[in-house]
T-cell receptor, first 114, second 108 residues
Framework: GAVVSQHPSRVICKSGTSVKIECRSL??????MFWYRQFPKQSLMLMAT?????????EQGVEKDKFLINHASLTLSTLTVTSAHPEDSSFYIC??????????FGQGTRLTVV | QKEVEQDPGPLSVPEGAIVSLNCTYS??????FMWYRQYSRKGPELLMY????GNKEDGRFTAQVDKSSKYISLFIRDSQPSDSATYLC????????FGTGTRLKVLA
């Protein structure tokens, strides 16, 4: 399958700081990227969908000013958690799609806000 | 009613058993049906996808879609301890919707 690289895999930050997570499609052009959040033993919760060159579409209840998404190119999308709080601690996963059924996932980023 | 329903498990089976994992859904617009496997603290990995109704086989895995019943299944033959993971179904018309995932434990 296609390769999607997510970085960093793990980050610990202080409350009030911002954290940027990168998602790269390494061997295909991702027209659409998805950002998910996953709490322990729960399923993926879609946060937002982004198409290259367009503003991201956020799911209901997701604060767009807190979770900034940039999809500047067909191979890179970033999620920035601004002014992070301990309740933002979670597993964040991106996936990238070239428009067909398959969506390939990154390895995930475990964010811990202390 | 949730759009996609999946039993969260855990489901424990002995090594070598045939495992059946299932999801039901309510939206008849779904056309693509996917199964993902997620190991602990890792991102999901696409196992199989099918378009519309029918069966698809890949090694020990068989995916089955019955659109008339709005029911999809993933069968794992000769299950191995390495198959122990959470299995998520997902379906897509425009937006991909995930099931909650079923935790599977294959006991050696």
């Amino acid at each position: 399958g296609a390769v999607v690289s997510q970085h960093p895999s793990r980050v610990i930050c202080k409350s009030g700081t911002s954290v940027k997570i990168e998602c790269r499609s390494l061997d295909f052009q991702a027209t659409t990227m998805f950002w998910y959040r996953q709490f322990p033993k729960q399923s993926l919760m879609l946060m937002a969908t982004s198409n290259e060159g367009s503003k991201a579409t956020y799911e209901q209840g997701v604060e767009k000013d807190k979770f900034l998404i940039n999809h500047a190119s067909l191979t890179l999308s970033t999620l920035t958690v601004t002014s992070a709080h301990p309740e933002d601690s979670s597993f964040y996963i991106c996936s990238a799609s070239a428009g067909k059924a398959e969506a390939f996932f990154g390895q995930g980023t475990r964010l811990t806000v202390v | 009613q949730k759009e996609v329903e999946q039993d969260p498990g855990p489901l424990s089976v002995p090594e070598g058993a045939i495992v059946s994992l299932n999801c039901t859904y309510s939206n008849s617009a779904f056309q693509y049906f996917m199964w993902y496997r997620q190991y602990s603290r890792k991102g999901p990995e696409l196992l199989m996808y099918t378009y519309s109704s029918g069966n698809k086989e890949d090694g020990r895995f068989t995916a089955q879609v019955d659109k008339s019943s709005k029911y999809i299944s993933l069968f794992i033959r000769d299950s191995q301890p390495s198959d122990s993971a959470t299995y998520l179904c997902a379906m897509s018309a425009v937006i991909r919707i995930f099931g909650t995932g079923t935790r599977l434990k294959v006991l050696a």
